[in-house]
């Protein structure tokens, strides 16, 4: 499959997160009707090719490898927004993500680069 991403969009999005497995889903509520898997990424395309979904696998170790945290706990929101935009070679996809973090809330954004070789499958 052949995916064709719309460019500079930003949707609105809610979050789930399954802490006995630590996979964290952000999610526009648009049906998915297919999926591809990057690292430990799974991307979801609706039937108009539109990103409106994202699993992050092993959520917390990745996030607070990438914020460079300790062991502080982490809180997620139930809000997000994503954001697609497209370069020559790649597709970046940025996330905009609230999180709880020593009883503060701050604003994060967690870019994911998927190569654009990627989306021909």
Wanted: charged share 35%; glycine share 4%.
């Amino acid at each position: 499959m052949q995916y064709r991403v719309m460019a500079f969009e930003t949707v609105k999005a809610k979050v789930d997160y399954d802490e006995e497995n630590d996979i964290l889903y952000i999610y526009t509520g648009e049906r998915a009707i297919d999926s591809l898997e990057i690292d430990r990424f799974v991307i979801d395309f609706s039937p108009r090719n539109k990103i409106v979904g994202i699993e992050i696998f092993d959520a917390k170790k990745f996030i607070k490898e990438y914020l460079e945290l300790g062991d502080e706990e982490l809180v997620f929101s139930e809000h997000a927004s994503i954001s697609v935009i497209q370069s020559k070679e790649l597709l970046l996809v940025k996330i905009n993500l609230m999180i709880k973090l020593k009883g503060k809330e701050i604003e994060e954004l967690l870019p994911i680069a998927i190569p654009k070789k990627a989306l021909f499958v």
